[in-house]
């Protein structure tokens, strides 16, 4: 593992067999598992469906939350598969780092997940599978809880560069209350730095959260070893991204809203921020009309 390394490097090595296709293990759990789950803890609900295309391609852009967006993720794999089924492949988009760990590289690919770069994204778009995209990252996924209903993706632009050249609509989607389930205090580049291993698979920054703050105090007032070595745990503790385990068992609702057709999206081609701004306010509001039911 090579310190520094871009997230393009990391792309680079990954080959893409079947984007979008659900191992059946993974359907007999969402089934089975993650959908009562999300609906006792989490009590998810998934609105709007119908709004996706069901004759093309598309980018399903939403915003992400909670540090590592469990609680999101699951729910919206869960509830996906129970409305839309398994047949209809859609493939998310994941950290290319995440595809060198065992198990994790095991769990993306059985869920169709593919990496995120320009390569892979037109790759999947041209076998017609449509892409999930959290265009914010980890640069809004660690927003501070008083930010959770904030659309931020960080001015980035590479997922409306993939829809502009595939031609492809944007379909936006909102979802609230993730966020409170993990909530995250800090948001800072210099954590990433002093923890270490944010940095060493490839993280540029890195949150304090809810979760983190009673696991560490939790290792000083139990563990029975001497200071430095509790210090020493919790350090590791803070690091690892077990520290955005969803432990708050907040409402997520998530709702799709209608397609964002190219040709209106892209009327000037070269202005991508127009763009930018027009997608995180239509997110917005539907994060926003989420909040409202609830």
């Avoid at 609900?45 to 996706?52: F, P, T, V, W």
């Avoid at 391609?57 to 609680?71: E, K, Q, R």
């Avoid at 995120?116 to 892409?131: D, K, M, N």
Wanted: include cysteine; aromatic fraction near 10%.
């Amino acid at each position: 593992m090579r310190l520094g390394r871009s997230t393009a490097d990391w792309a680079k090595d990954i080959k893409i067999d079947q984007p979008g296709v659900i191992a059946p293990w993974v359907a007999r759990v969402a089934t089975s598992v993650l959908y009562p789950l999300a609906r006792l803890l989490f009590r998810a609900r998934l609105r709007g469906i119908e709004h996706l295309p069901n004759d093309k391609p598309f980018l399903l852009v939403a915003n992400h939350s909670a540090g590592a967006g469990i609680a999101e993720i699951m729910s919206f794999i869960a509830l996906y598969l129970r409305h839309a089924g398994s047949q209809h492949r859609l493939a998310g988009f994941a950290l290319p780092q995440g595809f060198s760990v065992f198990p994790l590289s095991r769990l993306l690919k059985s869920i169709g997940a593919i990496p995120s770069s320009y390569e892979a994204a037109q790759q999947t778009l041209t076998q017609g599978v449509p892409i999930l995209v959290f265009p914010g990252g980890d640069h809004e996924t660690l927003r501070p809880v008083w930010q959770a209903n904030r659309v931020d993706f960080g001015g980035r632009t590479g997922f409306l560069k993939i829809a502009r050249d595939a031609g492809v609509p944007i379909v936006p989607l909102g979802i609230h209350g993730s966020h409170y389930t993990c909530p995250v205090f800090l948001r800072a580049q210099w954590l990433a730095w002093v923890l270490v291993v944010p940095r060493l698979i490839g993280l540029k920054r890195w949150g304090v959260s809810l979760t983190g703050l009673l696991g560490a105090a939790a290792i000083f007032a139990c563990v029975p070893l001497a200071i430095e070595w509790r210090a020493l745990i919790v350090w590791l503790w803070l690091g690892s991204p077990l520290v955005f385990l969803p432990i708050v068992p907040w409402r997520i609702t998530m709702t799709i809203g209608a397609a964002i057709e190219p040709e209106k999206l892209f009327a000037d081609k070269d202005c991508l921020p127009g763009a930018l701004t027009q997608v995180e306010h239509v997110v917005e509001r539907l994060v926003l009309d989420g909040k409202s039911i609830q």
